[in-house]
């Protein structure tokens, strides 16, 4: 039977790579399926909206409407894979709500998939997040993001003994590159006959990387 | 045969939140399957019978016949009767049931008689623990906090409300929790009882489309309060094995 992946990348942290993962993520899927619906509640740091304004909405989880908005429409079954791009400020908010309304549950009632995408950071708050989320989110689903940029050397051990997803540093000036709004990575490969470029091998790594975590889902849940 | 469980819940202030905990003993019976039956004595249009329509009868207590259709029925079958009394109606009520020899049959046991008395947050609440104090002879007593409506027990010397609340013997304390507000609207708009609205359903049992959120928020909420109850002991207060309720999920 269908089920449907919500993804929600987060971070108690500002500026660790959220929204960078947040649209290859979204462009792994749209190359994918061809559709993917991403929700944005990241607006005090640079954007998924400003990248891909044709799949992004906006979200809140300030208030109830805002909760009620988003949540109902990540917990429908409707085969359209969901990313969402979780701001730092609204971390306890949305999984503190998520706790309360038993979310992970009616999710796995309805085969709604979540995926949680944590990235991962040395310093204090993300270690006292992580076990928050752990307590909540079943071991299968919930995936630290090793990002090379943002942790340079060992995981914190308690981040290490769970799933994890690597992502490898860019140089600088590549990244500088790859954060231009117009840039796509989709659009990079297509465009680049090159594959030996260094970006070229890191787009494809990330995308194999989503790959495995997306077969790795399907068998663990069959 | 079972005997008969009467619950009383009142306040002599209105806006308190009878009425919602009624709502949610109800749930909690239904729950737990004890059959109950409640009255609504806010006559002639009662707020219980809007949520429990099949459960609930509108009555008068002041008035002889329809303290007949409550007391005269109470082995009819039905273990647990439920009900909701009207704002400044509490201290009346309970002198009635004196005088017509309930507090008595309480007192010896042939009956089980409980008082869910829920407090503002004002002193004239303890006035009111005093008041009610004097009829509590043969009864269960709970006194509810009700924070669902935002109140505060700020108000309140600490050292003032232990003066009046031990003034009524094993008087046991309770606390409801906040709801959402949006989510308390809701159900509210629905008019249906909080079980039914976690379980996505209309008054008819037919499907419904409430959020998913506030549905989450109702059912954590529900989960606390039941969780009171089940502190108390309630279901063992009305004669019935605690065991795997449904619609808990």
């Known amino acids: 039977m269908q089920t449907t992946p919500v993804y929600i990348i987060c971070s108690p942290r500002p500026l660790v790579g959220k929204t960078l993962l947040a649209r290859q993520l979204c462009e792994f899927l749209l190359l994918k399926n061809g559709e993917v619906a991403a929700f944005d509640i990241n607006l005090k740091e640079p954007s998924l909206l400003d990248y891909l304004p044709d799949v992004t909405e906006t979200a809140e ?12 429409r990540l917990i429908v079954n409707d085969g359209i894979a969901k990313v969402i791009d979780l701001g730092f400020h609204a971390f306890d908010e949305f999984f503190k709500m998520t706790d309360e309304i038993g979310f992970m549950k009616e999710a796995a009632r309805r085969k709604v998939a979540p995926v949680i995408l944590f990235v991962a950071d040395t ?16 071991r299968i689903a919930l995936i630290a993001i090793d990002n090379e940029h943002v942790v340079r050397g060992e995981l914190p051990a308690a981040m290490s003994r769970g799933r994890i997803l690597r992502v490898a540093a860019l140089p600088v000036f590549l990244r500088t590159y790859v954060d231009r709004l ?21 787009i494809r790594r990330n995308y194999l990387s989503f790959r495995e975590l997306e077969l790795s889902l399907i068998l663990q849940r069959s | 045969m079972a005997k008969p469980v009467v619950i009383v819940v009142g306040a002599d202030k209105g806006g308190v939140g009878k009425t919602t905990v009624s709502r949610t003993l109800l749930d909690y019976f239904s729950a737990n399957n004890v059959p109950a039956r409640a009255f609504d004595t806010e006559s002639p249009r009662g707020t219980l019978k809007r949520f429990h329509p099949d459960l609930t009868e509108i009555v008068d207590m002041t008035t002889t016949s329809d303290q007949m259709k ?3 029925t109470l082995n009819s079958g039905t273990s647990v009767t439920v009900i909701d009394v009207r704002a400044g109606l509490l201290s ?34 303890l006035d009111e623990i005093a008041e009610t104090a004097n009829f509590m002879g043969g009864a269960k007593y709970f006194l509810v906090k009700n924070f669902i409506n935002d109140t505060q027990f700020f108000q309140w010397d600490q050292a003032t409300y232990n003066s009046y609340f031990h003034r009524i013997k094993d008087a046991t304390e ?3 929790p906040k709801l959402n507000e949006l989510a308390y609207e809701q159900v ?13 359903k209309g008054l008819h049992d037919e499907a419904a489309n409430y959020s998913f959120v506030l549905r989450g928020y109702v059912r954590h909420w529900l989960a606390a309060v039941w969780s009171e109850f089940d502190r108390i002991k309630l279901t063992e207060l009305v004669g019935s094995s605690p065991g795997k309720r449904g619609g808990e999920k």
């Open chain 1, 61 to 72: 989880v300030d208030d109830t409407f805002g909760k009620m908005a988003l949540m109902d």
């Open chain 1, 182 to 202: 117009t840039f796509s990575f989709t659009g990079y490969l297509r465009s680049e006959k090159d594959s030996s470029t260094e970006l070229h091998q890191w």
């Open chain 1, 123 to 138: 310093d204090r708050a993300s270690a006292r997040a992580f076990p928050v989320l752990q307590e909540q989110i079943s």
């Open chain 2, 188 to 200: 509210e708009v629905a008019s249906v009882p909080f079980l039914r609205f976690v379980a996505n």
């Open chain 2, 174 to 176: 309770l606390t409801i």
């Open chain 2, 70 to 72: 409550i007391f005269d």
């Open chain 2, 92 to 125: 009346p009520a309970l002198a009635s049931l004196r005088d017509i020899g309930f507090l008595d049959a309480a007192k010896s046991g042939q009956i089980t008689f409980a008082v869910f008395h829920i407090l503002g947050p004002s002193i004239a609440s």
